[in-house]
C-alpha cells in the first residue's frame, strides 16, 4: 500500500530558483492539499484540491503554484525559492472533501533555501 | 490570531505519569479531529469526535469535544515512551485548519 507519495524527501536551493515537490496517491482520493510545516506554527495550508481540474487557495499561497491535472497527481511549483520558504512540506489526500474525513499525509520534504 | 490554540506547547514527563492536553477555538466546529505525528513523518488521524460532550477512547487515550463544540481535550493514562510525540488538533473550517501541537516526551 503506497498510499501518499512525496518526492523528494530532502532539498536545498538557492535564492530564486525553482522547483517542484510531486505528490502522488494510488487511493483515488478526490482531495488533495500541500501544508508547510514550521517550528511554533503547526501546519499551514498553503492550496488544495477537491478534484482534478479545480484548485482552490489556502491560508499561505504566496510563492507558490499549484494544478491538478490527474487525480493521483498534485504537483506544488516554487517559482522562484526564497529563504521564507525553508519548510518541511507535507502533502495530504482524503476520500473526499466535505469534512471530518481523515486525512492520509505523506512523509514530508524537507526543504531549505539558500 | 491562530483558529485553534493547542496548550501547553510543550510537555516532558517521566514513564506511567498521566497527562492532558488542550484544544481550544472560539468558534464552533461540526467535528474535531486528533493526529500524532512523530519525527520524519507526517501525521497520522488517531481520532474523530463530533458529537458536543462525546468522550472517545483509544486504548490510554481519552479524547473528549467539548460539550460546545468549540474545545476538546486528549488525556494519556500512564503514558509510555511510545506515546512520544507532536500531537496535533484540527477542524474542517472550509478547508482543514492545524493547530500549533503539544510536543509530548515521556521519558524513560
Known amino acids: 500500500n503506497a498510499g501518499v507519495t512525496q518526492t523528494p524527501k530532502f532539498q536545498v536551493l538557492k535564492t530564486g530558483q525553482s522547483m517542484t515537490l510531486q505528490c502522488a496517491q494510488d487511493?483515488?482520493?478526490?482531495?488533495m492539499s500541500w501544508y508547510r510545516q514550521d517550528p511554533g506554527m503547526g501546519l499551514r495550508l498553503i492550496h488544495y484540491?477537491?478534484?482534478?481540474?479545480?484548485?482552490d487557495q489556502g491560508e499561505v499561497p504566496n510563492g507558490y503554484n499549484v494544478s491538478r491535472s490527474t487525480t493521483e497527481d498534485f504537483p506544488l511549483r516554487l517559482l522562484s525559492a526564497a529563504p521564507s520558504q525553508t519548510s518541511v512540506y507535507f502533502c495530504?489526500?482524503?476520500?473526499?472533501?466535505?469534512?471530518?474525513?481523515?486525512?492520509?499525509f505523506g512523509s514530508g520534504t524537507q526543504l531549505s533555501v539558500l | 490570531t491562530q483558529l485553534l490554540e493547542q496548550s501547553p506547547q510543550f510537555l516532558s514527563i517521566q514513564e506511567g505519569e498521566n497527562l492532558t492536553v488542550y484544544c481550544n477555538s472560539s468558534?464552533?466546529?461540526?467535528?474535531l479531529q486528533w493526529y500524532r505525528q512523530e519525527p520524519g513523518e507526517g501525521p497520522v488521524l488517531l481520532v474523530t469526535?463530533?458529537?458536543?460532550?462525546e468522550v472517545k477512547k483509544l486504548k490510554r487515550l481519552t479524547f473528549q469535544f467539548g460539550d460546545a463544540r468549540k474545545d476538546s481535550s486528549l488525556h494519556i493514562t500512564a503514558a509510555q515512551p511510545g506515546d512520544t510525540g507532536l500531537y496535533l488538533c484540527?477542524?474542517?473550517?472550509?478547508?482543514?485548519?492545524f493547530g500549533a501541537g503539544t510536543r509530548l516526551t515521556v521519558k524513560p
Open positions: 495530504a489526500s482524503s476520500y473526499s472533501w466535505t469534512g471530518g474525513e481523515k486525512l492520509f
Open positions: 487511493m483515488n482520493h478526490e482531495y
Open positions: 484540491s477537491v478534484g482534478a481540474g479545480i484548485t
Open positions: 468558534s464552533v466546529f461540526s467535528s
Open positions: 469526535v463530533v458529537t458536543g460532550g
Open positions: 484540527a477542524v474542517y473550517n472550509n478547508d482543514m485548519r
